[in-house]
C-alpha cells in the first residue's frame, strides 16, 4: 500500500479522525482535508524519468578471456619435417590449421557477440532519445499553452505526492463551492480534492490521450482521407490538405500531430495513428504519478501487469449499453477492444440494436489502443 502523506507529524488519516471524532460530518470533513493537503503540500515541479532501462553495464556483453592456442616455431630449411600428421615433436599441419579454425571460430563469436550487443543499445538509445523528445516537445507545449492573466503568469503544474495517495476509487469531478473539485472513494471515505487536469487525474475525459482515437474518428468519417493516402503519408502533406480541419473535440487535426516529429513519413494512415497512439501513451509513462492516477480512474487492480488487462466494463469513454454489448460478445477487456476491428465492433451495435456509426467504432478501438499502451 502507498505511504500516505505525512505534514508535521499528522497523517491524513488522523487529520480526518480528528475532525468526524469532533463531530463534523463526513462530507465536511473531507473538504477540510482536502484543503490541508492542498494548503501544506501544494504542487511540485515536473520531475522526468525515463521509462526505458539502461544500465551502466551489461554482464551478457561482456567479452570472455582469449586465450590463443595456435603459436608458430620457425623452421629451418633441411632440418625440420614438414607432415601432415602429428608425431612426437611435431605437431604438423592438420593440427595447426585446426588450431588456427579455433582461434578463428573464437574471434568470430566475439565479434558476432560485439554487433549484437551494439544493435540492442541502439534500440535503447532509440527509445531514450524519443523519450527525451517527448518530453522537450510536452514542455515546449506547455509553455506554448501558458495563458496570460492580468498580473503575474499562471503556469501549469503536478499535483505534489500524486504517488504516495492512496487513491482508492476515482468517482469524478463536479463543482463545489463555484470551483471544480474531483472526488475519490478511498478507506477514510469520500475525499474532496481540488481538480488539476493532468494526463493522469483526466484520462478518462481529458484530450491529451485520445488524440489517436479522435484521429481514427475522422478518418473513418471522411472516406477522402484513405483515398488521399491509400500507401505512405507524408505528415507534411497530410497537414496541409487536413490539417485545419476540426475534429469531433474542437480540436484541429494539425495540433494532435504535432506530437510527431516533422518531416516524417509512415507506410500507412493506421501506421501514422499508432504513432500517435504510442506518443500519447509514452508522455503518461515519463509523468511521476501519472500511471498510478490512470489506474485508479480506471479501476484498474496494482496487481494487474498491464492495463490491457482492464475490465472494459470500466472505460468510460464507451457508453455503458456498448460495453455490455461488447462484454457478450467476448470483448471483455481494454486489450481484446484494441485488437478489435471498427467494422467487428460495429457489427457487434447492430446485433445489439444499439445506434452506433463507424466514427464511433474507430475512435472506441483507437482509445482503448493508446489506453493498452500505458503499462
Known amino acids: 500500500m502507498a505511504s500516505e502523506i505525512n505534514y508535521d507529524g499528522m497523517t491524513v488519516t488522523e487529520l480526518y479522525e480528528v475532525f468526524t471524532k469532533h463531530g463534523i460530518p463526513p462530507s465536511d470533513a473531507s473538504v477540510l482535508v482536502s484543503s490541508w493537503i492542498y494548503e501544506n503540500v501544494g504542487t511540485a515541479k515536473r520531475v522526468f524519468s525515463y521509462a526505458e532501462s539502461f544500465p551502466a553495464v551489461e554482464p551478457g556483453c561482456a567479452p570472455p578471456p582469449f586465450a590463443r592456442t595456435f603459436a608458430h616455431t620457425d623452421w629451418v630449411d633441411g632440418e625440420d619435417v614438414v607432415q601432415a600428421g602429428q608425431t612426437p615433436g611435431e605437431q604438423g599441419f592438420n593440427e595447426r590449421f585446426h588450431r588456427i579454425e ?17 544493435a540492442a543499445m541502439r534500440v535503447s538509445l532509440r527509445r531514450l532519445l524519443d523519450e527525451i523528445r517527448t518530453e522537450i516537445n510536452r514542455l515546449h507545449s506547455t509553455v506554448h499553452e501558458n495563458k496570460i492573466a492580468p498580473g503575474p503568469y499562471t503556469f501549469e503544474q503536478i499535483p505534489n505526492y500524486i504517488g504516495a495517495l492512496d487513491f482508492g476509487k476515482y468517482m469524478g469531478t463536479t463543482m463545489f463551492l463555484d470551483k471544480k473539485v474531483s472526488i475519490w472513494q478511498t478507506k477514510a471515505g469520500t475525499i474532496v480534492l481540488p481538480a488539476v487536469e493532468t494526463l493522469g487525474v483526466d484520462v478518462i475525459a481529458g484530450p491529451k490521450v485520445r488524440g489517436a482515437a479522435q484521429l481514427a474518428r475522422y478518418a473513418a468519417e471522411h472516406g477522402d482521407v484513405r483515398q488521399r493516402f491509400p500507401r505512405e503519408v507524408k505528415l507534411d502533406e497530410f497537414i496541409r490538405l487536413f490539417g485545419d480541419d476540426e475534429m469531433a473535440d474542437g ?19 493506421d501506421a501514422m495513428l499508432a504513432e500517435v497512439s504510442e506518443r500519447e501513451a509514452v508522455i503518461v509513462r515519463t509523468t511521476v504519478g501519472a ?17 490491457a488487462d482492464a475490465d472494459i466494463a470500466m472505460l468510460a469513454g464507451v457508453p455503458t449499453k456498448a460495453r455490455a454489448a461488447l462484454a457478450r460478445a467476448g470483448i471483455s477487456t481494454l486489450g481484446k477492444l484494441a485488437e478489435t476491428q471498427p467494422e467487428q465492433v460495429l457489427g457487434i451495435m447492430k446485433e445489439a440494436g444499439i445506434r452506433a456509426d463507424v466514427g464511433d467504432a474507430a475512435e472506441w478501438t483507437g482509445y482503448a489502443q493508446t489506453l493498452s499502451k500505458l503499462r
Open 102 to 118: 579455433h582461434d578463428l571460430d573464437h574471434l568470430g563469436t566475439d565479434v558476432a557477440k560485439a554487433f549484437a550487443c551494439m
Open 251 to 269: 480540436r484541429l487535426i494539425r495540433d494532435v500531430l504535432k506530437v510527431l516529429p516533422a518531416n516524417t513519413s509512415y507506410q500507412s494512415v
Open 291 to 307: 500511471q498510478s492516477a490512470v489506474s485508479a480512474a480506471l479501476g484498474i487492480e496494482a496487481e494487474l501487469e498491464n492495463v
